[in-house]
């Protein structure tokens, strides 16, 4: 069964640093998406990318946070300059179709900033 | 901006016994997803709910969508241990974007 796979599972950096997290949608999905998951708490929407361009950003989704589709198959989250309240779980997750459809999640990126 | 709300947070209950879920929205949905996520995993897709009033079964899991499309249920009968994990609900409005329920984190003890 296709899944959507994410690299790498576990990310420390220091504050101020770049990071690049890196994802692979399913093959034939056009819609993909970012989500941050902090402990404990929600799943909370930061982006959704369709047709090489961000078709939707949440609040949480500022200068810091960009994204890119580099070739046909990565989608990738890139934060500039993280913070300490940068530290969560970043879920990647892709689907079909034009109306409301299932997201497939990835396994997930821990994000830690220290 | 559109508010997604879930009761309860945490529910223990007994191998067999029923549990239920709700969800809220601050504003009308144009559909609602369920999705349930294991201890150290990745949220899993459910279920979705489009039509006003729609309620659908998978097996034991009962979930229904209210009449006014603000309001959501999932219902599991005679609980078993593989059912523990948090379940959330999602919403989305006239955006894609899915506003995520704060979840119900679900313990079955044996």
């Known amino acids: 069964e296709p899944e959507v796979t994410q690299t790498p599972s576990h990310q420390v950096t220091q504050m101020g640093q770049e990071v690049i997290l890196r994802c692979v949608p399913i093959s034939n999905h056009l819609y993909f998406y970012w989500y941050r998951q902090i402990l404990g708490q929600k799943v909370e929407f930061l982006v959704s990318f369709y047709n090489n361009e961000i078709s939707e950003k949440s609040e949480i989704f500022d200068d810091q946070f960009s994204v890119e589709r580099p070739d046909g198959s990565n989608f990738t989250l890139k934060i500039r300059s993280t913070k300490l309240e940068d530290s969560a779980m970043y879920f990647c997750?892709?689907?079909?179709?034009?109306?409301?459809?299932?997201?497939?999640f990835g396994p997930g990126t821990r994000l830690t900033v220290t | 901006g559109q508010q997604v709300m879930q009761i309860p947070q945490y529910q223990h209950v007994q191998e067999g016994e029923d549990f239920t879920t709700y969800c809220n929205s601050s504003?009308?949905?144009?559909?609602i997803q369920w999705y349930k996520q294991r201890p150290g995993g990745h949220p899993v897709f459910l279920i979705q709910?489009?039509?006003?009033?729609e309620v659908k079964k998978q097996k034991r899991l009962t979930f229904q969508f209210g009449e006014a499309k603000k309001n959501s249920s999932l219902h599991i009968t005679a609980t078993q241990t593989t059912d523990v994990g948090t379940y959330f609900c999602?919403?989305?409005?006239?955006?894609?974007?899915?506003?995520f329920g704060s979840g119900t984190q679900l313990t079955v003890l044996p």
């Open positions: 999602a919403g989305s409005g006239s955006a894609r974007q899915l506003t």
């Open positions: 709910l489009v039509k006003s009033g």
């Open positions: 504003t009308t949905l144009s559909n």
């Open positions: 997750a892709s689907s079909t179709g034009t109306g409301p459809r299932e997201q497939y």
